[in-house]
């Protein structure tokens, strides 16, 4: 079945590029997701991508796509004190059913 | 803004007894997941439901778990007897498939639980 990798520490200074980087299994899958956990709070969808896109940018968050070796990377330009989460990817083939990582806890440093 | 939600918010209790959370997923929302999270394993699932009906429940240790949906209302997770390495936030999520055939999760709050 589909597994998704993350590392599950990153340590960023306010001010710099952030980058969150996942690995997936299945090549079926159609649609990639990244979730932000903020504390004490559930998950909640941050941004997808479908596998037929190689990039998607929304505002300071940028998704690439390398559908050759299934690897997935969010990027947040200007990291703020507010991106301080967990961050979740995620994968799945257009069905109900997601797979997600374990969740990389951004650290961001002043 | 609909939201999932979910009871008790947090919950202590020793080992042994019976722990029952309760989730009411968005209306109109087809299938409930939940969810336990850890910072030794993370995120992981435990059950899935599609239209009330249980479709994946491999992650759920059978002998003390179990969940159900009495109704599309409300969805419950059981432990008995409940162990200290129960202790986790558990969360419940609903569910909808957008137009461009993508797929949302939307999670509630959390249970915290503690067993002592």
């Known amino acids: 079945g589909e597994d998704v990798e993350q590392s599950l520490f990153l340590s960023v200074r306010e001010g710099d590029s952030s980058v969150i980087n996942c690995t997936y299994t299945?090549?079926?899958?159609?649609?990639l997701y990244w979730y932000k956990q903020e504390p004490g709070a559930g998950l909640q969808l941050l941004t997808y991508i479908f596998s037929n896109m190689d990039m998607k940018q929304d505002q300071r968050l940028t998704v690439l796509l390398n559908k050759k070796d299934k690897h997935l990377s969010l990027r947040i330009a200007d990291t703020q004190t507010g991106d301080s989460a967990i961050y979740f990817c995620?994968?799945?083939?257009?069905?109900?059913?997601?797979?997600f990582g374990k969740g990389t806890r951004l650290h961001i440093l002043p | 803004d609909a939201r999932v939600t979910q009871t008790p918010r947090h919950k202590v209790t020793e080992m042994g007894q019976e722990v029952t959370m309760r989730c009411q997923p968005i209306?109109?929302?087809?299938?409930v997941f939940w969810y336990r999270q850890t910072m030794m394993q993370g995120l992981e699932l435990l059950a899935y439901?599609?239209?009330?009906?249980?479709?994946?429940d491999s992650g759920m240790p059978k002998d003390r778990f179990s969940a159900e949906m009495p109704d599309a209302t409300l969805a419950t997770l059981k432990i008995q007897p409940s162990e200290p390495r129960d202790s986790a936030v558990y969360f419940c999520?609903?569910?909808?498939?957008?137009?461009?055939?993508?797929?949302?999760?939307?999670f509630g709050p959390g249970t915290r639980l503690t067993v002592t």
């Open positions: 995620a994968a799945g083939t257009g069905d109900d059913k997601i797979i």
């Open positions: 999520a609903s569910g909808l498939t957008r137009p461009d055939r993508s797929y949302e999760q939307y």
């Open positions: 299945d090549s079926s899958s159609t649609y």
């Open positions: 439901f599609r239209n009330r009906a249980p479709l994946d």
């Open positions: 209306l109109g929302h087809n299938t």
